[in-house]
């Protein structure tokens, strides 16, 4: 791939996971957010945290389907990272306007309702991972080492979804749609491995 | 010289009592006829809006009301905007802005509530009926959703007792259930729940005959918007807003508990009372607080009251019952 289309696709990456925090900047400022900006916040960065991490999820199973889009890892860390960043935005408004900085009101959360509690360890597994995210990182964990706890991304990802279904009325399915994703894109790697390893033993 | 003589006008000429008394709407026809013509170079949902307008034709017709003592006061009233786009009525859709754009088809006229069970003879009432029953009141409400947001709401109807009394029910009746409208072709967006439909809702008697329940025709001094759950719909304003069922066309009288939607869907979460307390968590969040709609992000908590601020006037229905068991 040349190196200006790489730039380029890179920047519109960028432009497009960014749109969602600029848009509810601009309506926090123009004080458009809505009937009830607190669960606009919530819902909307909550979503697009686990919209972008099922996306980076998407990244190998495509590779894999064939060597010409190989490139497209240099997109999953910068995907991984927003979704990280959706993530905290989404801890922080909890943190800020539904638990008003109260830690005795966060730790009766934590302890008592699974839906926060299961919100709480996807965004603490998803730390690590954006803190070993840097070519520094990588290089002093070895690729083994490193391949190895970025694992945690597929439990991440479940404990994301759960903490969506918990969230919502019984009923609701709403989030029907990321599950099915994320469960094709979690069953496409062991079915992709075995196609892959029956084509190497008839060739 | 009266015999004979022809009259001043011909028969012919004479405009019929029917039309006479519908020439508004034939106005409006005419009018909307015109416009119709005009608007269609701008393009068929355009057009579609002026014949079937979105927001049910009777939403916005001024109502005319009287002064209740049962108003709340001392509240800032929610922007009507908010509380006409701000809607749960899950059989238009989930998400709050849905019921909005999806409510327009509730056909709501002719419209009647069926009554039955333990009463003396079931009855029909007729909508149009019901509007001139008993003045129209003015009663300012807050509303308290149990998914901790809050609204201020000037709805516009009078005692549900009234109309209670007029059911005649036996005294075997302990409790009333409210049965909402129900179409899956005019609300397709309910077959995307896993929940059973028709909507139901139901009250103790005593609850019900309360002068605060409410049964209620509009907001603002007009006809409710479909939305806003038009025709006619209950509001208990010391519960959780789901306990006040919307496009009522079904109102039966009971010797037991009956089946409740969100109680049957999940009991844990949603009891039969349902009051509002500040004690009582949801399984999932605190009620201790809530948010008020129209507020910016930073200023909208605030303190959850028992019984939402009503508790003068509804507490003596519940002395000796255990609210947390009661929930």
Redo the contacts between chains.
């Keep these: 791939m040349k190196r200006l289309t790489l730039i380029l696709l890179k920047t519109l990456t960028w432009l497009a996971c960014l749109g969602q925090f600029g848009l509810l900047v601009y309506e926090a400022v123009t004080n458009t957010l809505g009937p009830d900006p607190s669960s606009k916040i919530a819902l909307s960065t909550g979503y697009a945290a686990l919209l972008l991490l099922i996306v980076s999820l998407a990244i190998t199973p495509l590779r894999r389907l064939s060597p010409r889009l190989s490139w497209l890892i240099k997109f999953r860390r910068l995907l991984g990272l927003f979704a990280f960043f959706y993530a905290t935005l989404h801890l922080l408004t909890y943190v800020a306007l539904y638990a008003g900085f109260d830690v005795n009101t966060m730790e009766t959360d934590i302890a008592k309702r699974r839906f926060i509690t299961m919100g709480v360890a996807a965004w603490l597994l998803l730390l690590p991972l954006a803190a070993t995210s840097t070519n520094w990182a990588i290089r002093k964990l070895g690729g083994k080492r490193w391949n190895r706890l970025h694992k945690l991304v597929y439990v991440a990802a479940v404990c994301g979804v759960i903490h969506y279904w918990w969230q919502v009325k019984p009923g609701v399915l709403s989030p029907l749609m990321l599950t099915v994703v994320l469960g094709v894109l979690l069953l496409a790697r062991p079915v992709l491995a075995w196609f892959q390893q029956r084509k190497a033993c008839a060739a | 010289m009266l015999i004979g003589k022809p009259p001043d006008i011909p028969s012919s000429a004479i405009t019929s009592k029917d039309r006479y008394l519908n020439r508004r709407r034939f106005l409006r026809g005419a009018v909307s006829g015109v416009v119709a013509t005009g608007v269609a170079a701008l393009g068929a949902e355009r057009l579609a809006e002026v014949f079937s307008p979105r927001i049910g034709a009777m939403a916005g017709t001024k109502l005319e009301t009287v002064k209740s003592p049962l108003t709340t006061t001392g509240e800032q009233l929610t922007s009507y905007d908010?509380i006409t786009?701000?809607n749960n009525f899950y059989e238009f859709g989930?998400n709050?802005?849905e019921p909005a754009k999806n409510a327009g088809g509730l056909p709501i006229r002719p419209w009647t509530i069926r009554v039955d069970g333990k009463v003396k003879a079931p009855k029909t009432f007729d909508i149009d009926t019901l509007l001139k029953l008993r003045p129209l009141e003015d009663r300012v409400y807050r509303h308290r959703c149990v998914e901790a947001?809050s609204m201020v709401i000037p709805w516009v109807g009078y005692s549900l007792s009234e109309f209670i009394k007029l059911c005649d029910p036996l005294p075997s009746a302990k409790y009333v259930q409210f049965l909402s409208y129900y179409d899956k072709h005019v609300e397709k967006w309910s077959l995307?729940?896993?929940?059973s439909w028709p909507y139901s809702e139901g009250l103790r008697m005593d609850e019900a005959m309360h002068p605060l329940a409410l049964l209620t025709f509009g907001l603002y001094g007009e006809v409710l918007p479909n939305q806003d759950g038009a025709p006619v719909r209950i509001v208990v304003p010391w519960k959780y807003g789901f306990k006040s069922a919307k496009s009522i066309v079904g109102v039966r009288f009971l010797d037991k508990v009956p089946p409740t939607t969100?109680n049957d869907?999940?009991p844990s979460?949603y009891g039969f009372y349902s009051n509002v307390n500040p004690n009582v968590?949801h399984?999932?969040?605190?009620q201790k607080?809530e948010?008020r709609?129209?507020?910016?992000?930073?200023a909208?908590?605030r303190t959850t009251l028992m019984f939402n601020g009503y508790a003068d006037q509804v507490a003596s229905l519940y002395t000796g019952m255990d609210l947390k068991r009661n929930y």
């Design positions: 908010d786009h701000y989930v709050k802005d947001w995307d729940q896993a929940i969100w869907q999940a979460e968590d399984p999932r969040w605190s607080t948010r709609i129209g507020l910016p992000f930073y909208q908590r």
